[in-house]
């Protein structure tokens, strides 16, 4: 079971272009993680948001935590090649750090 | 700090046999994790220990996978009668609330 659905799953977009990827579940989730994931490395970890509602800015990068804790989404504005990678969400259920639940990413590719 | 490392960064080995992986976690962090990723696919979890303590197994950790932290510190996952469909990316990480990934080790089986 995908409890953590990613759309879209692929975008190829030109540099200076702006995007959005969802991370979307019908679990509440008592946190919600960003990871980005270079091809061959393990996921570098992005941002967490806890409350709901939150809005995280991370220079170009612009995370939302949905109202009711079961939605996320990633805003990234003016992509630049660097940005390419694959945009992994996960999820906390229990609360305190235990098993997080990953989506199945969102590959990013920014050609110059 | 030098971040979660993990050894070795690539193996390959045949049908049948054992391998085993090392992860050394950020030294102030008492929890350590396991987790599998497929081509394809996210993360999924396997198992993690609180201090030396294993507190969760996934059921993707048949009886031939066995994990330990002995002294709290480094950990180990062992993988016995290796299967073809072992091959994966096998991700250590650590944390105290935060999860925070080591390189992974890419195990082939042939």
């Known amino acids: 079971t995908q409890l953590l659905e990613q759309s879209p799953q692929f975008l190829s977009i030109q540099e200076g272009e702006n995007l959005t990827v969802y991370c979307n579940s019908s679990?509440?989730?008592?946190?919600l993680q960003w990871y980005r994931q270079e091809p061959g490395e393990g996921p570098v970890l992005l941002v967490t948001?806890?409350?709901?509602?939150e809005v995280k800015k991370l220079k170009r990068l612009t995370f939302q935590f949905g109202d009711a804790r079961k939605d996320s989404s990633l805003h990234i504005t003016a992509a630049q090649p660097g940005d390419t990678g694959l945009y992994l969400c996960?999820?906390?259920?229990?609360?305190?750090?235990?098993?997080?639940?990953f989506g199945k990413g969102m590959k990013l590719t920014v050609n110059p | 700090d030098t971040g979660v490392s993990q050894n070795p960064r690539h193996k390959i080995t045949k049908r049948g046999q054992n391998v085993t992986f090392r992860c050394d976690p950020i030294?102030?962090?008492?929890?350590l994790y396991w987790y599998r990723q497929t081509l394809g696919q996210g993360p999924e979890f396997l198992t993690y220990?609180?201090?030396?303590?294993?507190?969760?197994k996934s059921r993707l950790l048949s009886d031939r996978f066995s994990a330990e932290r002995p002294k709290g510190s480094f950990s180990t996952l062992e993988i016995q009668r290796t299967e073809q469909g072992d091959s994966a990316m096998y991700l250590c990480?650590?944390?105290?609330?935060?999860?925070?990934f080591g390189p992974g080790t890419r195990l082939t089986v042939t």
């Open positions: 990480a650590s944390g105290n609330y935060e999860q925070y």
């Open positions: 679990s509440v989730f008592s946190s």
């Open positions: 948001v806890v409350t709901g509602g």
């Open positions: 996960a999820g906390d259920t229990q609360g305190g750090s235990e098993k997080l639940v």
């Open positions: 030294s102030e962090h008492n929890r």
């Open positions: 220990f609180q201090n030396e303590a294993q507190l969760e």
